[in-house]
């Protein structure tokens, strides 16, 4: 249909070419002259995603190829503009949209920044073809990489080093990033953090990805020496031995540490609270487990309301720093013994806690709602309790009794 108008006189050439084209759907504008096979035809579309915009070709480029495409826009700039509104991202302006072309071959990019989600505000380029076809982007896309990690790091309060570089055909996603956070305990410390887990998931700081575990765990205990070898590799479960500043050797595992206790020898000394009991705090230590103490039921006044809390002691009245309302219930026995009762009722009253409305009182893990616990039956289980401890013996109750999984011998159902 499209033939040689050689045949076709000058005067119909131009409403015989116009009603040809109108036959492929392509309608051309007012004023169109028929000028010549290589002269351009302006014209629209009725429908398609071209509908919208003044398209161009010669007759010439008509025999050879019937199809429109992004060559044929008088203005693929405006187009792409388009594009990337709809998509909700923003063209770089300062982009060369004269060499653009569609194929795969083209080292053109075209240069956005989406205006939502995690990659807001980051640099993203992808080859014409894929935008156009409305391809999803990863961080292959970006384009420049070692700017857009820093950025996403930032925004996730993490500071990357200045001399981070990415070396060429690296996989950003399972890429280890140096990094400082910007506030927290960890503050000033290097993390070495895998990007996937930090962007995709929003990890947080983990001592595990702390790099310099070491430095972190002396800023904790300056004045104690660390006799025991920390590495990158180093796991929070692992036990540490220390020299504390009054000569005391003192072994415990890396997360209690973190969690802020200190030497229990000087504690059990100082008859203070000794925090930071574990199976095996007291399993290393045995003489701080042998050492006497106390497990209470008291009624503390918060800063709310009334509590029944169940803690442990050395010396009840100077850990209650006069809190303490009334004292129910008082068991005197070994360390170890105590904790294991310790532990015992408070996971049997896990279900009454009511520390979360007085959190700024010392010790509101501990806090249990006084006006629906019966305390004279809890005393009356505390009691059969200790009785089961001292024949047993602290470490079979504690692994018949407290390991995770175990069931305990009462329930809640006779505590109300």
């Not at 480029?61 to 826009?73: E, R």
């Not at 857009?148 to 993490?158: G, M, P, S, T």
């Not at 072994?251 to 200190?262: D, E, F, L, Q, R």
């Not at 039956?377 to 079979?396: E, F, M, Q, V």
Request: glycine share 6%.
């Amino acid at each position: 249909m499209l033939k040689n108008l050689n045949k076709i006189p000058l005067k119909q050439k131009t409403s015989y070419t116009s009603k040809i084209l109108r036959k492929f759907g392509l309608f051309v504008l007012k004023n169109y002259k028929f000028k010549g096979y290589n002269s351009i035809i302006l014209f629209k579309v009725k429908k398609g995603k071209y509908k919208s915009y003044i398209l161009k070709k010669t007759w010439n480029q008509f025999l050879k190829y019937k199809k429109i495409n992004l060559k044929s826009l008088v203005d693929p700039k405006k187009y792409i503009f388009d594009l990337a509104k709809k998509r909700k991202v923003k063209i770089e302006k300062n982009f060369n949209y004269t060499n653009l072309r569609s194929n795969k071959r083209t080292s053109d990019r075209v240069i956005f920044t989406p205006k939502y989600g995690k990659f807001k505000d980051i640099q993203i380029g992808q080859s014409l073809e894929h935008f156009l076809k409305g391809y999803g982007f990863n961080p292959g896309n970006f384009y420049k990489p070692e700017q857009a990690i820093k950025l996403l790091f930032f925004k996730r309060k993490r500071i990357v080093l200045d001399s981070f570089k990415i070396s060429k055909n690296t996989r950003i996603s399972s890429l280890k990033v140096p990094n400082y956070p910007l506030s927290g305990k960890f503050q000033g410390f290097l993390f070495i953090s895998n990007y996937s887990k930090v962007v995709d998931r929003n990890d947080g700081f983990e001592f595990k990805n702390l790099y310099e575990k070491k430095k972190f765990i002396q800023s904790l205990i300056p004045n104690y020496k660390i006799l025991s070898s920390i590495d990158s590799n180093t796991k929070s479960e692992e036990i540490v031995d220390t020299l504390c500043d009054e000569n005391h050797t003192w072994s415990t595992k890396i997360t209690n540490i973190i969690h802020g206790s200190k030497c229990l020898h000087c504690a059990a000394e100082n008859k203070n609270q000794i925090g930071g009991e574990s199976f095996d705090t007291y399993k290393n230590n045995p003489e701080i487990a042998n050492y006497f103490s106390n497990t209470y039921i008291v009624l503390i006044k918060g800063k709310n309301k009334k509590h029944l809390k169940i803690g442990i002691a050395n010396n009840i009245l100077k850990r209650g720093s006069g809190k303490y309302i009334k004292i129910y219930y008082k068991f005197r026995s070994k360390r170890a013994n105590c904790w294991c009762l310790e532990m015992y009722l408070k996971k049997l009253t896990y279900k009454y806690r009511s520390g979360h409305k007085d959190k700024d009182v010392n010790g509101w893990t501990e806090f249990r709602d006084y006006k629906k616990i019966n305390r004279q039956k809890l005393i009356l289980i505390a009691k059969k309790t200790t009785k089961i401890i001292i024949k047993y013996g602290w470490r079979k109750f504690y692994k018949k009794y407290l390991t995770r999984g175990k069931k305990l011998d009462h329930t809640y159902n006779e505590i109300i």
